[in-house]
């Protein structure tokens, strides 16, 4: 769905869609495994030159890999945004301190208008966490081995400590008041 400069000029543009699986592509590490839903509010900001606010609600259900065990991984995320968009040639000359809008999330955008796919596929990746798990308690991969040690403990010892710290250590040791 395209939201025109046009359109947005006369009066705020409702959406609410359901974007099937494959229509938006995210990165090579997650593909989307449901319908992605939305409903939200675009306008156009008043006394502005082109400013545009996207704000709704998007839910979705993607699969990626786990970055620890390397087995896939669901993840649910259901979010509110709120992103304001500025054209790309007003903010060109400007530096990130003074793109801060009282904690909006800001992009760019060229043209005649946004495309509410790229809009959602940016709230989609900003709510994924940092490192993708299949669980809070994966013990992951068996760094000696290799082993999944959620599927199994392969007894290899841990990986022995780093020699460039044991002169560190040793002078702690030194300093360290006995008691």
């Not at 809008?101 to 709510?127: Q, T």
């Not at 403990?153 to 002169?167: L, V, Y």
Request: charged share 30%; with cysteine.
């Amino acid at each position: 769905m395209f939201i025109s400069l046009q359109e947005l000029e006369s009066k705020p543009v409702r959406f609410e869609v359901d974007v099937p699986p494959g229509r938006i592509d995210y990165d090579s590490k997650i593909k989307q495994s449901r319908a992605l839903k939305a409903a939200g509010t675009a306008r156009l900001l008043n006394h502005s030159l082109g400013e545009i606010r996207v704000e709704g609600d998007a839910q979705v259900e993607v699969e990626g890999t786990c970055d620890r065990c390397l087995e896939g991984a669901k993840y649910s995320i259901a979010n509110h945004f709120d992103l304001l968009y500025v054209p790309a040639e007003e903010g060109a000359g400007k530096g990130e301190d003074e793109v801060e809008e009282g904690g909006m999330d800001v992009g760019y955008y060229e043209g005649s208008g946004i495309e509410l796919n790229d809009v959602l596929r940016e709230v989609v990746l900003l709510a994924l966490p940092m490192q993708l798990t299949c669980s809070e308690s994966c013990r992951g991969i068996c760094p000696v081995c290799g082993q999944n040690r959620n599927e199994r403990d392969c007894g290899c010892a841990p990986e022995s400590t780093n020699d460039r710290w044991s002169k560190l250590k040793s002078l702690r040791e030194e300093i360290t008041p006995r008691s």
